[in-house]
């Protein structure tokens, strides 16, 4: 999985030739999590991370660059998951902290101060490492409690203000639609979801701009694969078989793969393409296939995968909504990932409709997941009774 971090020109150019490293071990100036003009001490971070995520980096960038001084221009990283120990990923600590408030609201409990509230989910953040896909998932963003080491870097871009200036406005007609149907003619603010849009689109603009200091590492093109299939998506991009979905179907994917020897890069390919073609979120039989067909329409995407790996690729697809199991080796990884995402629409997965061991044993993780959301519950019932003690 792509993530992407984002800082100053300054920055950059330090992590070139060390990696990322945390704020806890080096100097910067103008991290985002770092800050030192007097901002106030809520926007700190864990000292000891580096923060990550799908559609935040120019963000960061944006503010770590303006903060500097003098004002500095604008870097944006990317980084290959696959390539960190994955043990080390914890969510961001506002997402905590608006788990947090939804549960004092809804106990009717008032909140604590928001400098208190942030300090508190900071300290939880490693007991909360199962969190990190979820809050990928609704936060887009989550962090890594080490360094990000230079050879899970895979592209490192530098802008200037005219060049990002420009970005935003090839941004903003992307979105340019769905603001106007989110106004409807009510003025409302623009929800999360185009912002998301308008991230990506600058991401994308960043990430193979001209003269790229780093060309792309990988045959296969996944961030404009994702930019396609987001795109061509008929659904609202909330859709219980959205992006969302499909991001947790690739990190369960990776992980499985990394266990167990699956060809990584057709479970990736299925993770972003098997719901890509849902026309409406319940029973659409032949959705697998048209997520076969739009393979075969960008198969100029992924000309290294040879016409075997293609083939699986297509029959993981076709086949993967019909309740089968597979005793091949990378179509059962791919079919077990998305069926171990049934939780979010309140199904229990069940090992007999899994096809590896892998994804059995992973059972026992969702398990933990959830024996952990319920100490986190006592977490925050302990904080209702007793506020930030």
């Not at 960061?60 to 944006?76: E, M």
């Not at 073609?277 to 198969?299: F, T, V």
């Not at 899994?354 to 969702?366: F, V």
Request: hydrophobic share 40%; net charge negative; aromatic share 8%.
């Amino acid at each position: 999985m792509i993530l992407y971090h984002g800082t100053s020109a300054s920055n950059g150019r330090i992590i070139e030739r060390e990696g990322i490293r945390p704020p806890a071990a080096r100097s910067c100036v103008g991290n985002f999590h770092d800050l030192e003009d007097g901002t106030p001490p809520r926007l700190r971070g864990h000292a000891g991370a580096v923060y990550l995520s799908h559609y935040w980096g120019p963000h960061y960038a944006f503010i770590a660059a303006d903060l500097a001084r003098p004002c500095d221009d604008y870097c944006l990283i990317e980084v290959e998951t696959a390539r960190l120990d994955c043990s080390r990923l914890v969510p961001d600590e506002e997402f905590l902290a608006m788990l947090f408030r939804q549960n004092l609201i809804a106990q009717g409990q008032p909140e604590p101060p928001e400098y208190e509230l942030h300090r508190f989910c900071v300290e939880m953040l490693e007991k909360a490492q199962l969190l990190w896909i979820v809050s990928l998932q609704q936060w887009s963003a989550c962090a890594y409690l080490d360094a990000v080491p230079r050879e899970a870097i895979t592209r490192i871009e530098y802008a200037t203000r005219a060049e990002l200036e420009k970005s935003k406005q090839v941004a903003l007609s992307h979105v340019l639609p769905w603001v106007e149907l989110e106004k409807a003619g009510n003025n409302r603010p623009i929800t999360i979801g185009p912002l998301w849009a308008v991230y990506r689109a600058i991401t994308r603009c960043l990430s193979l701009a001209p003269g790229a200091s780093n060309p792309a590492r990988f045959a296969i093109e996944y961030p404009l694969l994702w930019e396609r299939a987001f795109n061509h998506f008929a659904l609202h991009d909330n859709s219980i078989h959205g992006p969302n979905h499909w991001t947790t179907v690739e990190d369960t994917g990776i992980s499985l793969a990394q266990e167990n020897g699956a060809d990584m890069d057709v479970v990736r390919l299925f993770a972003v393409l098997h719901d890509a073609c849902r026309s409406h979120d319940g029973d659409d039989p032949d959705h697998g296939r048209r997520a076969a067909a739009l393979a075969a329409c960008w198969r100029n995407l992924f000309p290294s995968l040879e016409e075997a790996r293609f083939e699986t690729l297509q029959k993981a697809l076709i086949y993967h909504a019909d309740g089968q199991t597979s005793d091949d080796l990378t179509i059962g990884t791919c079919w077990d990932a998305d069926r171990l995402d049934l939780m979010r629409v309140g199904i229990e997965p069940d090992a007999r409709f899994l096809s590896t061991e892998a994804g059995r044993r992973a059972i026992e993780k969702t398990g933990a997941a959830h024996r952990f959301s319920m100490s986190l519950q006592a977490e925050i019932d302990k904080m209702v009774d007793h506020p930030m003690q």
